[in-house]
């Protein structure tokens, strides 16, 4: 179980809350809208109104004791800047702030954030892949160039063997995982492909593609 704060509870911070929630973790949630805190308390463990640009507020939430701060400030990138800047200062362990364009990124990352979170270019870019083809069920973006796909069995693939359709040999993608009734399943070398049961590989987009003639 990690202690998070989250600051900033729009649209994007209010998933994040619950989703931490849902995982189990402990979330202290900051906003300056009475009314966002307010519908927040059902699923956060504890929350407060203020403004995160103040030295003194942040200072009195007792920053070091969070495994991790993100700021999910959305409407205002000074304030999430400035936020970010003196969560850094206070000793945070690690600072994730959200972006809305490009900029905004590499002014983050050289004003206290470790890690920038880019909502709208990540699911423009997971639309994209998804929509354009009828094998890719998922991805997930990684660094660099190597990224998580799910993908259906190709039908020539039923009955198959992983070590008979020795993908990382011929196309250098390696699969991962198997899901089974909706549960991912780790794979053996002895792991039979069927139509009905999704895949999950670890590979480039470049790869996949040729793989699965995408």
């Excluded at 205002?76 to 900029?103: H, M, N, P, W, Y």
Aim: charged content about 25%; some cysteine.
């Amino acid at each position: 179980m990690k202690s998070v704060l989250l600051i900033g509870l729009g649209r994007f911070g209010r998933h994040i809350a619950e989703k931490l929630s849902d995982l189990g973790h402990e979330v202290m949630a900051v906003d300056v809208s009475e009314k966002r805190v307010n519908s927040a308390l059902s699923f956060v463990t504890n929350a407060q109104i203020g403004d995160s640009t103040n030295r003194s507020f942040l200072e009195s939430l007792g920053i070091r004791n969070f495994d991790a701060c993100i700021v999910a400030i959305g409407d205002d990138f000074q304030s999430s800047l400035e936020t970010a800047s003196l969560l850094k200062e206070l000793g945070a362990k690690r600072v994730i702030a959200r972006a809305s364009r490009g900029v905004q990124e590499k002014f983050l990352l050289r004003n206290g954030a470790d890690e920038v979170v880019y909502p709208e270019k990540q699911l423009a870019s997971w639309t994209a892949i998804r929509c354009t083809s009828d094998h890719i069920k998922d991805y997930i973006e990684l660094q660099g160039d190597i990224d998580i796909f799910e993908l259906s069995v190709p039908d020539e693939w039923s009955g198959k063997t992983v070590v008979q359709l020795d993908v990382r040999k011929k196309y250098g993608i390696n699969i991962i995982a198997v899901r089974v009734g909706g549960v991912l399943s780790m794979i053996t070398p002895d792991t039979v492909m069927s139509p009905s049961c999704p895949i999950l590989v670890l590979g480039t987009l470049k790869a996949v593609q040729k793989c699965f003639r995408i």
